[in-house]
């Protein structure tokens, strides 16, 4: 059996062709690079050189062949072109899920079996195996990595059937520390490297002005929207309202609209540990999940599509700004100033919403609040961003989504949903965030998810992963 590894000059590559080549399988290295422009990194020129570099050593170390392939041409057209078409839209993709999909096990997959490979080895922290389908044909899983802080699965959420059936996760069992141990007893020279970080295989950068590239800087203005928009906000009331009707018991008390965690490891209540759950899930509970819904099926299922589409929908923003005119100063010169208004206020202007995202709150340069201010909507149309402050505004947590037919994958080809089906699934909408108990509910309209609590920053373009206890069973694009 002939192994094409996927070696990047990192540490996990490595221990992987090394684990493999220990293993006696007949092993050989593939480095690709994917990007020639420097244009907003923050490292300098030639980075991927320098990888190239260590990983030719590695290779050298390790004792087997070593070979170069330039993909930048697909990785432009298949994942950066992608990347710049959803910023215009007010969308914010994932380009490590798309490179993984479109160019790892794509390109590069067609590139290694032209050079003999019959698999494909990389160096994530995920698991494999394989079952027997109803029909006597393979299925082949995929399942979080073993290590809970590495676990890489997200990232190969896109992958079919007939991908799985040509990859191979060597250190999927292993955590990061044995990962480095491995590397430092064989001596390579990649064991001390830092990991990566940023856009796969462009690195770390200034993002406004990467996308610059393509995207012309335009001013606007900053909006924060106060308290008193969402209580007079007819779609807000409408989805506290049918929230409520759909609890289990409506006479319990009010809904949650807001999210108890601030961040990937804090939570707004205190001694509540966002990790406390183990990543295989709870077996006692459909999906893993780690409780009982709080909501009804059969009030779920009572919902009309219509119904379900409009709970999805964020809250929209649209507070106009009138203009009056006053006297200033001993000459009592005119001048104009925006009215009072208790929806909200102008507090600055930016270069363009296209550059910006929900929930992100770097960058914004506005002061004079006590607590962290956050982007809770880009308005393409209007070049306007609305802004919140604090953690627990109410902009920032929604409790639906909708992922539209055309993008609900299957991972797991031989269980989709049926129209009107109901199940129970563990979800993330990006990567790191604790598994969320969620109900996935299937209608011609499209797969919504019901998450149990609010979520904090559900982002349009992002990817919506579901898993059965650690079994990554499927994903959309989060419309």
């Given amino acids: 059996m002939k192994i094409c590894i996927g070696l990047s000059g990192g540490v996990d590559s490595s221990v992987a062709a090394y684990l493999l080549k220990k293993a006696g399988y007949d092993v050989f290295a593939l480095f690709m690079q994917n990007w020639h422009d420097t244009t907003g990194t923050l490292h300098g020129d030639c980075e991927w050189e320098e990888d190239r570099f260590v990983a030719e050593m590695v290779a050298r170390k390790i004792g087997i062949p070593f070979y170069f392939v330039d993909l930048s041409k697909e990785y432009r057209q298949r994942v950066v072109d992608y990347m710049f078409d959803e910023y215009s839209k007010g969308r914010t993709p994932n380009p490590d899920v798309l490179c993984n999909r479109e160019i790892k096990f794509d390109a590069f997959l067609k590139c290694a079996q032209k050079l003999g490979a019959d698999y494909v080895a990389t160096g994530h922290y995920c698991r494999k195996d394989e079952i ?48 480095r141990r491995i590397a430092h007893e064989a001596d390579l020279p990649s064991a001390d490297k830092k990991d990566s970080q940023g856009i796969c295989f462009v690195g770390k950068v200034d993002l406004p002005t990467f996308l610059q590239q ?60 966002v990790h406390e759950h183990p990543i295989e899930g709870d077996p006692a509970n459909e999906g893993g999940c780690s409780g009982q819904s709080p909501f009804s099926e059969e009030k779920i299922k009572a919902l009309s599509d219509d119904d379900l589409m409009r709970l999805s929908a964020p809250v929209r923003y649209d507070i106009k700004f009138e203009t009056e005119t006053y006297r200033s100063g001993k000459k009592h010169v005119n001048k104009t100033r925006y009215r009072e208004n208790p929806y909200g206020k102008i507090v600055g202007r930016h270069d363009g919403a296209q550059f910006y995202t929900i929930g992100q709150r770097k960058g914004l340069n506005i002061g004079g609040h006590k607590d962290s201010v956050f982007v809770i909507e880009t308005d393409i149309p209007s070049n306007t961003i609305y802004v919140g402050e604090g953690h627990a505004h109410k902009g920032l947590s929604r409790s639906c989504l909708r992922i539209a037919p055309e993008d609900v994958h299957w991972i797991r080809e031989d269980i989709p949903m049926t129209t009107g089906e109901i199940r129970r699934y563990r979800v993330r909408i990006r990567y790191r965030q604790p598994l969320q108990d969620a109900a996935l509910i299937m209608r011609s309209n499209g797969l919504y998810i019901l998450f149990d609590t609010p979520q904090r920053g559900i982002t349009p373009g992002q990817f919506a992963v579901w898993y059965d206890r650690d079994e990554m069973v499927g994903s959309g694009v989060i419309f």
């Fill in 132 to 179: 027997t389908g109803p029909d006597g044909k393979p299925v082949y899983r995929i399942f979080a990595g073993s290590d809970p802080n590495k676990d890489q699965s997200y990232f190969l959420c896109q992958l079919t059937q007939a991908q799985l059936s040509r990859a191979m996760f060597p250190i999927g069992d292993l955590e990061k520390p044995e990962v």
């Fill in 214 to 273: 393509k995207l012309l800087p335009e001013e606007g203005n900053v909006v924060e929207v106060y308290d008193a928009y969402f209580q007079d906000n007819a779609q807000y009331r409408f989805i506290h309202d049918t929230l409520l009707s759909l609890k289990n018991d409506p006479l319990s008390g009010d809904v949650q609209m807001i999210t108890d965690y601030i961040s990937e490891n804090r939570s707004l209540k205190v001694n509540d540990p």
